[in-house]
């Protein structure tokens, strides 16, 4: 709504996560009630959305009203990060940035409602790169057995449906 403080937190969002320590925030639209499983016995996905801006530009915020209809159509638990944009970050340091928030996801995907197993990686143009590129460094590193991030799927699209899909399963 017009004139509404950024600040006010809405009830289906628990807001400005901290997970990088001092720097990046994230915010999770949770399900409700908090149940990993759904009544039908099926594992309730978790959502990464990596927004775009040209890598200059962009922010969690702005993608509020996508993020809960993520939440409601897909019936998952989603996660939207800030990640550092240029000048205050390299692409380098974004991918650095979407690798932890990827990690505290898995961490505590469950206390949200969703499972750390299913994971999705999705983005918007630059945020689709990021996506790509941070589970590539992870396949390559997992590939020299110094893998950190566990395995997620990753479907990637500037506009319309997904043009690439990446998994790190092989």
């Known amino acids: 709504k017009t004139g509404q403080s950024l600040t006010t937190v809405p009830k289906s969002l628990d807001a400005k996560v901290l997970y990088v320590k001092n720097q990046m925030r994230l915010d999770v639209y949770p399900l409700h009630p908090v149940s990993g499983v759904r009544s039908d016995g099926k594992v309730r996905p978790v959502i990464v959305f990596l927004y775009g801006g040209y890598f200059d530009s962009g922010s969690k915020w702005i993608y509020s009203t996508l993020a809960r209809k993520l939440r409601e159509h897909c019936n998952a638990v989603v996660v939207v990060p800030d990640y550092p944009t240029y000048p205050r970050g390299t692409i380098q340091e974004m991918s650095e940035s979407v690798a932890r928030c990827l990690m505290w996801t898995g961490e505590n995907a469950e206390k949200?409602?969703?499972?750390?197993?299913?994971?999705?990686?999705v983005g918007h143009s630059a945020?689709?790169?990021?996506?790509?590129?941070?589970?590539?460094?992870?396949?390559?590193a997992k590939a020299s057995n110094s893998n950190t991030l566990p395995d997620y799927l990753c479907a990637q699209g500037v506009a319309g449906p997904p043009v690439s899909l990446v998994s790190s399963h092989g």
């Open 112 to 121: 949200y409602g969703g499972s750390r197993d299913h994971i999705w990686v």
């Open 127 to 140: 945020g689709a790169f990021l996506a790509s590129y941070t589970l590539l460094r992870s396949m390559m």
